[in-house]
């Protein structure tokens, strides 16, 4: 049984703008949650770390375009993506660790999703 469960990827020329979703069967009080990208060729990377004391930390290359939200109602986390670049394009992953995230980071998430395709064209 998947533990998280991403939807919202897509197709979409630069400029545009999609919201991923993550919903999360998890019942942590504490704990880490967030969204990594691996695009082809290259090393799985953290682009947004989402706390559950509701502290949040970017990477560099999205900061000021992405902006990671959790609704504590339904266990859904999100990310908002805006003025999307080509190189955005990649696989997006939902993860989350116990506990919180140590300096804003995640250490080593226990569950992951399937991920979902974002494709950002030029």
């Known amino acids: 049984e998947e533990m998280l469960e991403e939807s919202g990827g897509g197709s ?16 942590y009080t504490s704990y880490c949650m967030g969204w990594f990208r691996q695009s082809s060729g290259k090393e799985r990377e953290e682009v947004a770390a989402f706390d559950s004391d509701g502290s949040t930390t970017y990477a560099d290359s999205v900061q000021g375009r992405f902006t990671v939200s959790k609704d504590n109602t339904k266990n859904v986390l999100y990310l908002e993506m805006n003025s999307l670049k080509p190189e955005d394009t990649g696989m997006y992953y939902c993860a989350e660790e ?9 250490s080593d998430p226990w569950f992951w999703g399937q991920g979902t395709q974002v494709s950002v064209s030029s």
């Open 12 to 27: 979409v020329q630069a400029g545009g703008s999609l919201r991923l979703s993550c919903t999360s069967k998890l019942t």
């Open 98 to 106: 116990f506990g919180y995230c140590r300096g804003g980071h995640f």
